[in-house]
């Protein structure tokens, strides 16, 4: 039998095999896909043909079914290559003994997608690889022949037309660029709407091996398995010929941040230089800094904004002698619209029930002033009043960027891009301001998870290390790492990624790994979701 180590293939089967990237994200997602493409000897036989595909993005989900067989760590991979016949020793799993004793051959043909994300270069970088699991095909080798080879050739060779047809999508894809273009746009968001489509690739792909094996009767009508070798797979990989290249890439240019649907948050920080730095007559210097800080949730019209400040610095000096710094109050209820202009849509915020000049002023206490000699007067300190050094920063922003009605534009800035002015007042005095507002990337995608409950939990998901499902159970056993004894674990899954529900809670015996068990019910769906969190209580 021959091994795969010999093997004569005209490609390098283990330079093309992806490698799988250590977890850099809040979670691993392993979309596993096993019920195998079983062969029958005869045209009485019914089959159920699905292939694999194997992602590695943020998320863990598996896809349930008694025939379920799932990838194990270093399963190898033999890359589809034009030309390159299978062989029977490229079946390396035992064929099972007390079941699908009807069929005499089971090929795993995983679509294995991967992307890097430049995000300097604006470019995304995609591997799609149509490939053979040698570990997990099978064959019995009393019953097999070569046109039942031929036959499951046909089976890696459809897999190989829908990773270039997943290759042609996401090139093209218009949606996918509108995506990139968006400066803060994150990997997570990236990989979602990558998996989208090779989620649908997949459906099509079963509907293709469904066909295939109805119309070939699994490889044992002589004149249909000879129309799909020799004209119709040909054609196929024929047509999506100019994506026959595993690997390509999209550049894309930045065309700043838009506003979209999730949680914002930002800062006006301010810096306010007052009194002359140096005079003979009357020395006297003021600095103030101070921060404004704001946030709201956008749904696609806009949401309600909420400001606090934060007093940073109160320098003064010279004949200055005390500058009072009142509390400045929040505004709250600002309401924020997503308006259209010439340059593009905007956050709107519109202050006109938020009052922000009635704010509380600074008072300014001088030195007396001196008088001549004789003169029988004994001068105080002079309180000279102060408009507040954070009205005078949001009335200056809302002077660049606001409308007399009250209404503020707050662009969006990308990630390590601040918005600076510097208004000079002359003789050494200034209003210097920088303005940040940015969208949260929640690791889940959207807005965070709220809602009622016994439990809390932090906001943060956790690395999945490892999960497995046993299909004659019914038990599913994930895995993460804890940093020590005594911390709480709080487990949810989903069958769409919408909608999550806690299925259970555990503990950490110590540190290192735990795990955690879960009677897993069939869903209709028939895929699962798993995400962990540290419990907050």
């Known amino acids: 039998m021959k091994t795969f180590e010999t093997h004569t293939y005209p490609v390098n089967a283990s330079s093309i095999f992806l490698e799988i990237r250590k977890m850099k994200q809040w979670l691993q997602l392993v979309l596993l896909r096993g019920i195998p493409l079983l062969e029958a000897t005869g045209p009485s ?21 008694k025939s379920n067989l799932h990838a194990a760590e270093g399963d190898l991979i033999l890359p589809w290559c034009i030309g390159c016949p299978l062989e029977w020793g490229d079946f390396r799993k035992t064929a099972p003994e007390d079941e699908y004793l009807d069929y005499s051959a089971y090929v795993e043909t995983p679509i294995q997608c991967d992307s890097d994300w430049n995000e300097a270069t604006r470019t995304l970088q995609v591997t799609v690889h149509a490939a053979m699991n040698v570990d997990l095909s099978w064959h019995r080798p009393e019953q097999v022949s070569e046109a039942l080879k031929v036959h499951e050739r046909g089976h890696l060779d459809f897999a190989e037309v829908h990773a270039r047809q997943l290759r042609h999508r996401i090139s093209e894809s218009e949606e996918l660029k509108e995506l990139l273009r968006r400066c803060d746009v994150s990997k997570v968001e990236i990989d ?4 989208l489509f090779l989620d649908e690739e997949k459906v099509r792909l079963q509907a293709n091996h469904d066909a295939y094996d109805d119309q070939t009767e699994h490889g044992s009508e002589v004149v249909a398995q000879q129309q799909f070798t020799h004209v119709d797979i040909p054609e196929l990989l024929s047509v999506y010929s100019g994506h026959s290249d595993p690997v390509f890439s999209i550049t894309v240019a930045n065309e700043g941040a838009k506003p979209i649907p999730g949680d914002y948050e930002g800062t006006l920080t301010y810096t306010l230089q007052a009194g002359p730095n140096s005079t003979v007559l ?19 019209t806009g949401g309600v904004a909420s400001w606090s400040h934060e007093l940073l610095d109160n320098q003064y000096g010279g004949l200055l002698l005390d500058v009072t710094t009142p509390s400045v109050p929040s505004l709250s209820g600002i309401a924020v619209t997503v308006e259209d202009g010439i340059m593009g849509e905007h956050f709107w915020m519109n202050f006109a029930a938020a009052a922000p ?3 509380p002023g600074h008072v300014l206490t001088f030195k007396p002033v001196p008088v001549p000699v004789g003169i029988p ?14 009205a005078i920063a949001l009335g200056h922003w809302m002077k660049e960027h606001g409308r007399p009605d009250l209404k503020m534009k707050a662009p969006i800035t990308c990630p390590q891009e601040v918005i600076h002015y510097l208004f000079d007042i002359e003789n050494g005095q200034f209003l210097e301001m920088d303005w940040v507002l940015t969208r949260i990337s929640h690791a889940q995608g959207g807005n965070p ?7 809390g939990r932090g906001g943060t998901t956790l690395p999945i290390s490892n999960i497995s499902f046993d299909s004659d159970t019914g038990v599913v056993v994930i895995r993460w790492s804890a940093a020590a004894a005594g911390i709480s674990y709080i487990v949810e899954a989903s069958e769409d990624l919408i909608h999550w529900s806690e299925v259970g809670e555990v503990e950490s015996n110590s540190a290192g790994v735990v795990s955690f068990q879960h009677d897993e019910p069939q869903v209709p769906s028939g895929a699962r979701f798993f995400r962990v969190f540290q419990s907050t209580l």
């Open 45 to 65: 036989s019914l089959m159920n043909t699905r292939g694999l595909c194997l992602v590695i993005t943020s998320l863990v989900i598996l896809v349930f079914s």
């Open 192 to 195: 979602t709407l990558l998996d």
């Open 282 to 300: 009357t020395p006297w210097n003021w600095t103030l800094q101070g921060r404004w800080r704001f946030s709201f949730s956008a749904d696609a």
């Open 357 to 359: 000049g009635s704010m």
């Open 377 to 390: 007067i004994t001068p105080s300190p002079t309180d000279i009043s102060f408009t507040n050094g954070a």
């Open 449 to 455: 998870t709220g809602g009622a409950g016994g439990h």
